[in-house]
């Protein structure tokens, strides 16, 4: 706080934010990353003007596979990948940049052109151009001939712009989930809301700013207002931090200089977040040779229709698509466990030159998932104790489910064929019983998925008590009613004694 306070009020700036205030806060998060890291701008000449872009390069445990290069979306930084980097860093270098218009990366004129002497507004191709040069001459000047490139909602846009004219770089191209792809509907215009003439005034007047213009105009309200409006995000990463260190990082990635970045968006996209120039009719134009894989979120307001249309139309090309439940749009952040996953195996296929086998792993695991939940949990002996990674594990039986068994089978032991504990590799039978077939799902590489026989015992003796104290406490309640009984009759008895007694002294 006291250096946001520095960077606005002693330098009378009205937005809080400042380039060596991003620069701390760089270093902040960074000094999390458990490799050896470091960060530096890498000067790039386009034209007649050099342009630096920050690039991280993170140093992996291994140098002899491929490096993976990761490009941010639309207002976020190099860092927002901090779920992913210690991860894909044990197998490969990884090297993350900022866009130029984003975090530390310099801010070039995006606005406008000179043509024929004449200063002229730029159009959705020159924005293309620029990015898709400015990556071209920052792997030159990296010395980057192969790679892994992966890139995030509007990185993913660039990444497959760049995949259209440079693709000799590109071993796997890893898009999570993109925006620009999709075609804008013509009846999108007629949507209920859109009938609200104060919405569509408020729209044609947001249209004429730059998106975080009215962050812009809060002033120093406005790291409030940013942290209030993204708390997501700071839950994404409340593993690392306890403050709001994520969403200040935000805030001055896109307030500390010129909106280069949000005006090169502009040019690019459509009122309410459409692509001008749709990438799905455009894919095809994709070298033959370039594998691609989507990893989509399933709660993204993203649609990802068109990469399933993409991976028809690119029918015998590599066209992987793969949607991860529970996840949003940052599909990194909120499911990091199965992205890194994914992405792992894409670069270790890649570093072997062969195809990643994604889909028959991930479908194995959905039929095998479908068929337990459609089961109870007694007959299958098991449940989704590991949502993060999608595998069934064994469960040891609840004190009443072995209750049930105690009063169905006399007292037997639990059926020892449904549950294997020993030290082979787990194995999921989800067959009928009495069926003898090979299992639908093995997973060879989980070894802590054994069931502790212990807390069977310890649930069966639990199971035995419990049965012992409720058979005490119906003997119990029986020999109460007994005695209730008897009591009664006794009254009734001395009662209607007396009354006979009452009648005699009457004759």
Known sequence: MSMRRYHSWFKMRWTPASKGWLMFLDTTIRSHIEHKNVGRMVPVAL?????????????????????????HGFGGGSNMFLNNIDYLAKERNVILIDLPGFGLSSRPNLRSKKQDGWWVDTTGDDIEHFYTEILERWFMKMGIQECVLLGHSFGGYLCSSYCLKYTHRVKHLILADPWGFPVRPAAADMRPFMRNRSIVLLAKLLSKMNIFTPVRFLGPLGPHVFRWARGDLILKFDSFFSESTISDYLYACNMWGSPSGEIGFSRLSLPFGWARKPMVERAPNWDPKLDVTFICGARS????NPAKEIKHMRHGMYVDVQVISGAGHHVY?????????????ICQAADQGVKPNISDLSEARHLAMSILRRRTSRSSQGQLCNDEAGIHMPRPLSAHELLQDIDNKNGSTVDEDLIEANNSPVKFTLDEDGEETAPLATFDECD????????????????????RIRNRKVAWDDSRNTA??????EASEVEGLGDVTLASSRV
């Open 47 to 71: 034209g007649n003007k050099v342009h630096e872009i920050w690039t991280v390069e993170v140093e992996g445990d291994c140098q002899d596979t491929l490096p993976v290069v990761m490009l």
């Open 301 to 304: 307001w993203i649609d990802h």
């Open 333 to 345: 952040a909120d499911r990091p466990w199965a992205f890194n996953s994914m992405v792992s195996m």
């Open 448 to 467: 802590d998925l054994g069931v502790d026989r212990t807390k069977i015992s310890s649930l069966k003796s639990q199971a035995k008590d419990e049965k």
């Open 484 to 489: 209730a009984v008897t009591v009664h009759r």
